[in-house]
């Protein structure tokens, strides 16, 4: 069974960093995108950074110049490193990742458990 578990997430104050994990385990052949999205109270899950199985990354504007994704493929893994962060980034953080399955070599869109980021002096 596949599973994402993200990590790293807490209480921090205005200005400070970050750094959450997101790990993949569980029947994988390989991860094509991955991705964190978030989502505050009262409003809809967003995407905050993505990064495909090449690299390439795409970023919300408002966390452009502040959050940066990046993947180590031999861990299976993806992190978000998040500096200068601001009570607007508070919010529960979920990781997400397509992955190819064995032994069925299908798509999976698979879903972490969400690790809450609190920012508040």
């Known amino acids: 069974q596949v599973q994402l578990v993200e990590s790293g997430g807490g209480l921090v104050q205005p200005g400070g960093s970050l750094r959450l994990s997101c790990a993949a385990s569980g029947g994988i052949f390989s991860i094509n995108a991955m991705g964190w999205y978030r989502q505050a109270p009262g409003k809809q899950r967003e995407l905050v950074a993505a990064i495909t199985g090449g690299s390439r990354t795409n970023y919300a504007n408002s966390v452009k110049g502040r959050f940066t994704i990046s993947r180590d493929n031999a861990k299976n893994t993806v992190y978000l490193q998040m500096n200068s962060l601001k009570p607007e980034d508070t919010a529960v953080y979920y990781c997400?990742?397509?992955?190819?399955?064995?032994?069925?070599?299908?798509?999976?869109?698979?879903w972490g458990q969400g690790t809450q980021v609190t920012v508040s002096s």
């Open positions: 997400n990742a397509d992955i190819i399955t064995i032994p069925s070599f299908s798509t999976l869109n698979s």
